[in-house]
């Protein structure tokens, strides 16, 4: 089976940084886009970045110009490095991906379980 594993996470600073990764494993056979998305207490799990296999991007405003999303093609693996962290940043960051898994006849969306980041004095 595919699944997601993600790491990274944790409490840090305002003004720190993180570098969040997450790795696809099991029967694969191609990629499509990745992203990271984020869920903060109370609010809608909204898109923070997304990088297509061809390395095209794609940010949340709140993001831009702090956040860098980049993957590995060979390790099937998205990285997203968060610099210049806020309070507001604070959510439950979850790692997705389109997949080509046994099947091979289409993409199917896999998530990961969710890493928790804190930002906070």
């Known amino acids: 089976q595919v699944q997601l594993v993600e790491s990274g996470g944790g409490l840090v600073q305002p003004g720190g940084s993180l570098r969040l990764s997450c790795a696809a494993s099991?029967?694969?056979?191609?990629?499509?886009?990745m992203g990271w998305y984020r869920q903060a207490p109370g609010k809608q799990r909204e898109l923070v970045a997304r990088?297509?296999?061809?390395?095209?991007?794609n940010y949340a405003d709140s993001v831009k110009g702090r956040f860098t999303i980049s993957r590995d093609n060979a390790k099937n693996t998205v990285y997203l490095q968060m610099n210049s962290l806020k309070p507001e940043d604070t959510a439950v960051y979850y790692c997705n991906a389109d997949i080509r898994g046994p099947v091979m006849l289409r993409f199917d969306p896999y998530w990961g379980q969710g890493t928790q980041v804190t930002v906070s004095s």
């Open positions: 099991g029967i694969i056979f191609s990629i499509n886009v």
């Open positions: 990088i297509t296999s061809g390395g095209s991007t």
